[in-house]
DNA sequence: TTCATGGTTCGACCGTAGTCGAAGCATTGT
DNA sequence: ACAATGCTTCGACTACGGTCGAACCATGAA
């Protein structure tokens, strides 16, 4: 009567709300320090650690010491992956807690989900990448094609750099608002910083929209939108 | 401070070894009464209904209602996912709750997930499909070619009859076993009630294993094998 | 050394949610 | 009509887990 996995260990973890506060605090892809994620979820920094040795024991966070601090973020994709789909079942099923407002309409835009573009703009690089065979698309892993190779290079980043890397070039990652997949993995975070250092986009503090500055949006446009 | 939808509501109801247990259980596909789900999780029926009130009021359930008898089934392809997906990291983290045996073994190769093949076998199925053109792969949503609809029709599938249904034809399911899609969606559903029709294989009854019959593993491997 | 800051551990409090017994409906069968 | 079965509701008990205050450890700065 009990087959496969123990699901409810993790679902559990998830499902305090402090817990769920801070995961989806980690989300955007930042390194947090326990301090700031107990202002994040509102409780005292006691909780904040029981809270956080919990999540750490459970797997679903990595964390780095650096001096007297201590810096979480989220253990892996596979983790990531699982958040948005919650996300994408939350608000399925009507229950968004917040409002929503003008800064909802940004998040649906543009917003960083593990450090990758998510949202509107996400998707539509993501398709563009699929347009112009950039990438290819097996069962359930996506491989950067020798074309798709010459433009991330051309583009100004540094693939062997990120192949050295034992994380995942190129994953799938499924997108709450827009329920479609845009691109994870150490290539979509790469894309998204080398786009912050070309001064297209910053990130807002405190949140996980992503603003394109109007020199930007057009550069992205003429990138990806054809 | 508080973006995004609520997880934790949802994680939550999935959190519960109780309710966990049933979920599992319902993952096979078949609807259950709220008896058999309360044996299932090994708690009395009234907890049982309780149980099962909040995880439909949640969203996760579909309640049918056949005379005093009350089946419950999993809502809907994105709720399976979610509990795919869990069942992957759950897997993943090396918390597997059964010590693994022989029904393991067998679960591996063919299992039934929210009633479409899964396993080894559903993925080798999925990818002759995929070889052969049978599918269409964009970027989330897949759709059938016009020779997979052949195939289809051939195979003895009324095709007619399933787009005529509002729930989706084709979807990818993620694997926990494997880490690979597999088939979902009516169509997904169909292909494993023909199978079953056709006397290649029988499911295991209490549990969630596939078992071939010597003569429809042949068969299958002559379908789907290359 | 001494102080300040970031984080952990301990202990105690409290609330919520899971649990079951018993009684109550509803539907089917005789 | 009566009984039997399937499920729900009510109420009471219990336990586990989240919460914070206070004290404690560790690192870095003065």
Redesign the pocket.
């Known amino acids: 009567m009990k087959d496969g996995p123990d699901i409810a260990r993790i679902a559990?973890l998830i499902?305090?709300?402090?817990?769920a506060n801070m995961l989806t605090a980690l989300m955007s892809g930042k390194a947090l320090?326990?301090?700031?994620l107990?202002q994040e979820?509102?409780?005292?920094?006691?909780?904040?650690?029981?809270?956080?040795?919990?999540l750490d024991a459970g797997g679903l966070l990595s964390l780095r010491k650096?001096?007297?601090?201590?810096?979480f973020s989220i253990a892996n994709d596979q983790v990531a992956h699982l958040l948005e789909t919650l996300m994408g079942l939350a608000a399925g099923s009507g229950h968004l807690r917040t409002r929503t407002g003008p800064r909802d309409e940004e998040m649906r835009k543009a917003r960083v989900c593990y450090n990758h573009l998510a949202g509107h703009m996400g998707i539509v690089m993501y398709e563009s990448f699929l347009r112009k065979g950039f990438l290819h698309v097996a069962t359930d892993d996506l491989t950067l094609t020798n074309t798709g190779a010459s433009f991330v290079d051309g583009f100004g980043i540094d693939l062997k750099e990120l192949k050295a890397k034992k994380s995942p070039l190129c994953r799938e990652c499924l997108d709450w608002s827009e329920r479609r997949s845009h691109l994870a993995g150490s290539l979509g975070r790469s894309l998204l910083a080398r786009m912050e250092n070309l001064g297209w986009a910053k990130r807002v503090p405190g949140s996980r929209v992503v603003r394109f500055t109007k020199a930007g949006q057009a550069e992205f446009d003429a990138t990806f939108q054809r």
């Open positions: 559990a499902g305090d709300p402090a817990r320090t326990a301090t700031e107990s979820a509102g409780i005292t920094l006691q909780t904040a650690s029981s809270h956080l040795a919990k650096q001096g007297r601090h201590k810096y």
